[in-house]
């Protein structure tokens, strides 16, 4: 996120933590948790678990249950191209933090690989992740996280006074409902062919963003979205050839969690502003995703 939370300190997550917080560093990397370094020793991340609940009646306590299990996942792969919390989740009110050792190397950006090397590299590592046995994470379901909010956007439901996005948000739907309808027509007609004996543990963002290059080899970051689900969860970010990897790819999953990933994140960014916020920079940035995702769909 760009912008650390108003109603949280910094202060609060150190002593969570256990780790000085005359040293933590407000970093404005990725979109979608808030992190801090601590120094060269550990680095901090904090979610919303608000914006982590997958529809209007989850709860907060469901969303931590399946971000620790998430986070746990990681760590008992025990695999070394795997960054996982140095210590336990800790629940803040309605935020949850995790303490990570610092990694040093070279970082890179959301977005399509380019770089062959790198695409082996990681494909390789998801291969890893796929074979792994024993390890307890969440299921991946039927439900797009938030979907009943955008669903009820769509049908007009705006409450007018959560924040100055809310309007515009709903602006934003309904000029592009035809399009929205279409795209999630798409998605459950392919989604019928899912099978749920074919779940493997998933990382669910491995793009090129969640990988570091270190001195010790490369290093896959951000568990938090690890679910068990079919393999084409991850293999969609990767594109190009996957002829190499050694299961079984179907093109209509591919197909059916790239258009996924655009539901989530109008998904997301309508469930934001129904919700009260107050117009900064990640309010800004959300509005700006939506706005993108929206207008770039097929009419």
Do not use: C
């Not at 919303?48 to 746990?72: H, I, M, N, P, W």
């Not at 062959?116 to 969440?138: I, N, S």
């Not at 007609?189 to 749920?196: E, I, M």
């Amino acid at each position: 996120m760009l912008s650390p939370p108003e109603d949280l300190s910094p202060d609060s997550v150190a002593v969570a933590l256990g780790v000085d917080a005359a040293e933590m560093i407000y970093r404005p990397v990725g979109f979608g948790s808030h992190h801090w370094s601590v120094g060269t020793r550990w680095f901090v991340t904090v979610d919303d678990l608000d914006a982590k609940r997958r529809t209007v009646g989850d709860s907060r306590d469901a969303a931590f249950d399946r971000l620790e299990q998430a986070l746990g996942a990681a760590r008992d792969l025990r695999a070394e191209f795997v960054v996982a919390p140095a210590g336990p989740l800790v629940r803040l009110g309605r935020y949850a933090a995790a303490r990570y050792p610092f990694v040093a190397g070279e970082s890179f950006s959301f977005g399509r690989y380019r770089d062959d090397e790198h695409r082996a590299v990681v494909l390789a590592m998801l291969v890893e992740v796929h074979a792994a046995a024993g390890v307890t994470a969440p299921r991946e379901d039927s439900a797009v996280p938030h979907r009943d909010v955008l669903e009820a956007t769509l049908g007009g439901a705006v409450v007018g006074s959560a924040g100055p996005f809310e309007q515009r948000a709903a602006a934003v739907v309904a000029d592009h409902a035809y399009a929205i309808r279409r795209l999630l027509d798409r998605h459950d007609t392919l989604a019928v062919g899912v099978d749920p004996e074919r779940a493997v543990l998933t990382h669910g963002e491995p793009h090129p963003g969640n990988t570091m290059r270190t001195p010790d080899g490369w290093r896959l970051i951000d568990w938090d979205t690890a679910m068990l689900a079919p393999p084409e969860r991850d293999l969609w970010m990767l594109g190009g050839d996957l002829t190499a990897y050694p299961g079984q790819v179907l093109p209509e999953l591919l197909e059916m969690y790239r258009l996924r990933w655009d539901i989530a994140d109008l998904a997301a960014g309508v469930d934001r502003f129904r919700r009260p916020h107050t117009g900064d920079a990640n309010d800004e940035e959300s509005f700006e995703i939506l706005r993108s995702i929206a207008g770039g769909l097929p009419t």
